[in-house]
């Protein structure tokens, strides 16, 4: 009780101090997917027994139902199986209003509360509760939602780039006979990662980290027919559990110590705890790990390139702009408990780095389309949690809004190309794999739109002024160069015995590595997709065309965010970057005083804990290195590649080289995780079944219970005679027994 | 007194002609021995002040049932005493033991009903109903005000029974 | 007025008795015979606290008579179905329905 009312008392406070701001219709926000998830199940549910319907009738009709369109069909036959009758039935056509229609209201309203919020200076964050979700004893938890500058950035990336890639599915998906259900899905996936950004509590907000994690399985194993689709599904799922393991340990452990789980109360008594003592580097580590499991980072990052298996804007949506930056969300958020456990954010920092590196390897020789920018995402999110590991939080929520900006385009990019290549495989019943780069070739003389845009967001990821990727990427690499340099407050701790500044320079040269290979594995991609001559066949390429407007549309917008998306956060002081400062939108730094609010706590931490740090100076090498590292990646792959020279697949080999056979297998960690997890797992799982199930456990049961009771039964059926008077005998020595009870008490 | 004498007399004889019916090995004789209980009981009966129930008893019991008895013991030709009728030593024992165990409790259980009741008043309420309604009246007007539910369905029962036994004695049904 | 012991004790050595007689006895009429001395015994019971408890007792005699004479019927009924099968009143002929 008592803390509920300092809570209340809080909150009243922390509404006091918002002045005039009043958040907009908050709770719509996060409903307005919830309504459109409605809206299409119901769509869904009625679409699937249409579609049992008719092929129950068909089937009974013409003895068959070879050329049917399958309800559950996959990707290859689906994309171009129009409905049977030609008519679009309104269970197709209505998600696509209803879908992006909530989405683009959704954006709107956040679009006005971020209006409203840049009128006052915010300093508190603006809790809403709704309901007591689980009043029990000491541990109250409230259903409410935080509103504040972390929060509302995330829900404008979450509602906007989810709105294009909305639209992008409605051109994308409507021919698909599961429609309806794909679009319930994502909306449900937006519902859920609203409420994961702006939950205020932990709790609330791991409703939303599981949602999503279920709304991702839902949609890996979209196409469940193939059974390679579900596995990936199932796969993706497992491994985030292990994630979500460390999560629930740390929040038991922040209520276990601090007696608290919203945010406000967390962070207001975080600083009680010992300064990097073992409770809090605890908290993190599990905090961390949680974060792994949903970022994909080394070494739970397996799932994700799995997750491929299901649509393309889904890859571009939850596994790569949104649902796997929660982890960077997360780490942000309790950035007060990170920053009093140094250590733990330094391995936060040095993991990120080593992911960044380690996946940017394997992208290097992938030949899937979808592969390559899936190494890559786990790459840029191993720079993000590089960057906010260092306790450059601002940096790594800025690469994590470019990254989705780029990312998104790029993923939508190679949907369009998916797209264009089925359709063209699909009129000449080609069985090719319209993802295989092989395949591709020559394809800006037919999707200009499309080369375009992925051209842009290209040179945004490789990190060529003044596209966005520029801007946020030098952030973190600079941070490292400047944490190497001892003046950030990390540089002052230490792990493993080694200090932090040594850490940060060799975060900044894997960094640095893995831009330049970014910078060259994007150039492979689109050297390989776009130039050269076409391999898809001379028939296919008669199909050829550019996508509609509905999928052009996302692209070019996301195509411009991904050029001025780098203008947020122009900051003055560092130079050569500040040769942009003109074009700066929302004033010099614009993104660093924007979430300042957010990170003051970690601030604060590192002021009473650490040495005081020296001016930070900013050198022009480190961003001199950069450019170069991004051009030279670029003009490398123009020179060494050759797209001319490449071949078919079935000229082409996979590989070449050992070097190539261990990149083009992914360093074979998925071999090596199936040797020393999943076999040892399968061998006890079967020693289980064998020894203590079927040997102890039902011997056990049949052996000693179950023949026992026949025993009894068969010694206890030989009172049973049949003799009457044997019967009357034993009711009358009943009858003594009550009788001499009564008499006895 | 002379109530008192005969009570005893009565139930002298009733337990002698109901031990006599358990021992005799033929029906017959066990038949008619119960029958003698039953004209003990219905003694006793009128010297309770049951007039009625005495009357029931002799008509119904001694009268209808025995007489039922009697006819399908000769009926079955059952009339001799040499089928091996009684069970094995073990069980006279056992049979003798628990009865005198439950007689014994039995004993305990009622033995203090008289001075729980007399303390209570022990108003002869039988007599005040007897004087009121007459003897038939005393039972017939509760049995047909109070208890005429219970009455009907025992009717029906009787006419389930009578069915039942036809449908069972019969040779072929 | 009698003495209300002396009745009630006389019920249970009927009891007893009848009891007894269901324990030992084999020849299934002579089984009937002894529940119906335990029947007796019970309506004694009633009739010798009616005039305490009231005239209930007497119209639940009457109504076991009824019940008696209805159990009679059929029971003797069954009685010479089963002897017409077996040749017998043994009650280890009826012993078909164990286990």
Redesign the interface.
């Known amino acids: 009780m008592i803390l509920r009312v300092q809570q209340t008392a809080e909150t009243v406070v922390a509404e006091a101090q918002a002045g005039a701001f009043e958040p907009i219709l908050l709770g719509l926000i996060v409903l307005l997917p919830l309504i459109g998830f409605a809206i299409n199940g119901v769509a869904a549910i009625l679409a699937a027994r249409t579609a049992e319907r008719r092929r129950w009738s068909s089937s009974s009709h013409h003895g068959g139902s070879e050329g049917e369109a399958d309800e559950y069909s996959n990707e290859t036959h689906s994309v171009m199986d129009a409905e049977p009758t030609g008519v679009v039935p309104w269970t197709h056509r209505l998600p696509s209003l209803v879908a992006p229609g909530v989405m683009l209201l959704a954006f709107a309203l956040a679009v006005a509360n971020l209006f409203g919020m840049m009128g006052v200076e915010l300093e508190e964050p603006i809790v809403r509760t709704y309901w007591s979700w689980i009043p029990v004893g000491e541990l109250q938890v409230e259903a409410a939602l935080q509103l504040d500058q972390l929060s509302l950035l995330m829900t404008l990336v979450v509602t906007g780039v989810g709105a294009l890639i909305h639209l992008f599915s409605v051109g994308y998906m409507s021919h698909d006979p599961g429609y309806p259900r794909y679009m319930a899905y994502l909306n449900l996936f937006v519902f859920f990662m609203l409420v994961l950004v702006l939950g205020a509590s932990f709790p609330v907000m791991f409703v939303g980290w599981e949602g999503v994690g279920l709304c991702s399985y839902l949609l890996i194993g979209f196409w469940f027919s193939e059974k390679a689709n579900a596995d990936a599904g199932k796969k993706a799922f497992i491994v985030n559990r292990i994630g979500d393991f460390g999560f629930l340990i740390a929040m038991l452990l922040i209520f276990v110590d601090l007696g608290a789980l919203g945010y406000v109360e967390v962070f207001e008594r975080a600083p009680q705890l010992d300064y990097a003592g073992p409770v809090v580097t605890a908290i993190c580590l599990f905090l961390f790990l949680g974060a792994v499991g949903k970022s994909a980072q080394i070494p739970l990052y397996v799932w994700l390139p799995d997750a491929m298996a299901g649509p393309t804007p889904v890859s571009a949506l939850i596994h790569a702009a949104t649902m796997v930056t929660a982890g960077v969300y997360l780490v942000v958020r309790a950035s007060t408990l990170f920053a009093m456990a140094p250590a733990a954010s330094l391995l936060v920092a040095l993991v990120g780095a080593v992911t960044a590196l380690f996946a940017a390897t394997i992208g290097l020789k992938q030949w899937d389309i979808k592969k390559v920018l899936a190494y890559s995402t786990i790459s840029q999110l191993g720079f993000m949690f590089a960057a906010v590991g260092m306790g450059a939080y601002v940096a790594g929520v800025f690469h994590l809004m470019t990254h989705a900006f780029f990312k998104a385009c790029l993923f939508l990019g190679s949907g369009a190309v998916i797209h264009a290549l089925h359709e063209a495989m699909h009129a000449t019943h080609s069985h090719a794999d319209a993802q295989d780069m092989r395949n591709m070739g020559g394809l800006r003389r037919y999707l200009p739109i499309t080369f375009a845009t992925m051209a842009i967001a290209t040179l945004a990821i490789a990190g060529v002024a003044p596209f966005a990727g520029f801007f946020s990427k030098d952030e973190i690499v600079g941070a490292a160069w400047i944490g190497s340099a001892g003046e950030l407050p990390l540089s002052q701790a230490s792990l493993f015995g080694v200090g932090g500044g040594t850490w940060m320079g060799m975060i900044a040269i894997l960094l640095s590595i893995a831009a330049f290979l970014t910078a060259f594995y994007m150039g492979r991609l689109m050297l390989y997709t776009f130039f050269g001559p076409n391999r898809t066949g001379e028939a296919e390429r008669q199909h050829l065309h550019e996508v509609g407007w509905t999928m052009s549309v996302p692209l070019i917008v996301l195509a411009v965010m991904s050029t001025i998306g780098g203008f947020f956060n122009v900051d003055s002081l560092v130079p050569i970057v500040n040769l942009f400062s003109p074009f700066a939108f929302g004033g010099d730094a614009a993104l660093h005083n924007w979430l300042h609010p957010v990170i003051i706590g970690a601030e604060e931490v590192w002021a009473s804990n650490t040495a005081a740090i020296p001016e930070v100076h900013h050198a022009s090498w480190p961003i001199l290195l950069a450019i170069l590292v991004g051009v030279a990646g670029l003009v490398l792959a123009a020179v060494v590649l050759k797209p001319q020279l490449l071949g078919t697949p079935e000229e082409t080999p996979a590989y070449e080289g050992n070097l190539e056979k261990v990149l083009y297998n992914k360093w074979y960690v998925d071999e090596l995780y199936q040797r020393i997890v999943v076999r040892p797992v399968w061998g006890l799982s079967r020693a289980f079944y064998s020894v203590v199930d079927r040997g102890t456990i039902d011997g056990i049961i049949d052996g000693v219970l179950g023949r026992g009771a026949m025993l009894l039964g068969l010694s206890a ?1 030989r009172v ?6 044997t019967y ?2 034993i009711i ?1 020595v009943g009858v003594i027994v009550v009788l001499g009870s009564i008499v006895v008490m | 007194m002379l ?2 004498i005969l ?2 007399f009565f ?1 002298g004889v ?2 002698v002609s ?2 006599m ?2 021992t005799r090995r033929n ?1 017959v004789a ?2 008619l021995w ?1 029958v003698g ?2 004209f003990a ?1 219905a003694a ?2 009128t ?4 007039f ?2 005495g009357i ?2 002799i008509l ?2 001694a009268g ?2 025995m007489v ?2 009697l006819f ?2 000769m ?2 030709n ?1 009339g001799n005493d040499f ?5 094995g030593t073990v ?2 024992v ?3 033991g ?3 165990v ?2 014994a409790l ?2 305990r259980v ?2 203090g ?2 001075s729980l ?1 007399v303390a209570t008043g ?1 108003v ?4 005040a ?1 007897v004087a009121e309604y007459g003897v038939v009246g ?2 017939g007007v ?2 047909f005000l ?2 005429v539910v ?2 009907q369905v ?1 009717g029906l ?2 006419l ?3 069915v ?6 019969k ?1 072929d049904v | ?27 299934a ?6 529940i ?2 335990m029947l ?1 015994a019970a ?3 009633f ?10 007792g ?2 639940i ?3 076991v ?10 029971g ?6 089963v ?2 099968h077996a040749e ?5 002929n ?6």
Do not use: H
């Open positions: 059926g049973q005679t049949g003799q009457v008077n009357a005998f009358i | 109530s008192q009570f005893y139930a009733a337990i109901a031990l019916t358990v029906p066990s038949a119960l209980t039953f009981l006793i009966y010297l309770l002040g049951a009625f129930i029931i008893q119904v019991y209808a049932i039922l008895f399908v013991i009926l079955l059952l089928e091996p009728d009684f069970r069980w006279k056992m049979a003798a628990s009865a005198l439950l007689l039995l004993v009622v033995g009903t008289e009741l022990g002869d309420l039988v007599a109903q005393a039972i509760p049995m109070d208890y219970p009455l025992t029962l009787l389930v029974a009578v039942g036994a036809v449908v069972l004695a040779r | 007025m009698l003495p209300l012991n002396a009745a009630l004790f006389l019920s249970a050595i009927l009891f007893a008795i009848g009891t007894a007689g269901v324990v030992v006895r084999r020849n009429i002579i089984l009937f015979m002894c119906e001395l007796n309506n004694l019971a009739v010798a606290l009616s005039p305490y408890a009231g005239i209930d007497q119209v005699v009457f109504f008579i009824a019940v008696a004479a209805a159990e009679a019927a059929v003797l009924a069954i009685i010479i179905a002897f017409r017998s009143v043994d009650i280890r009826f012993s078909l329905l164990r286990w």
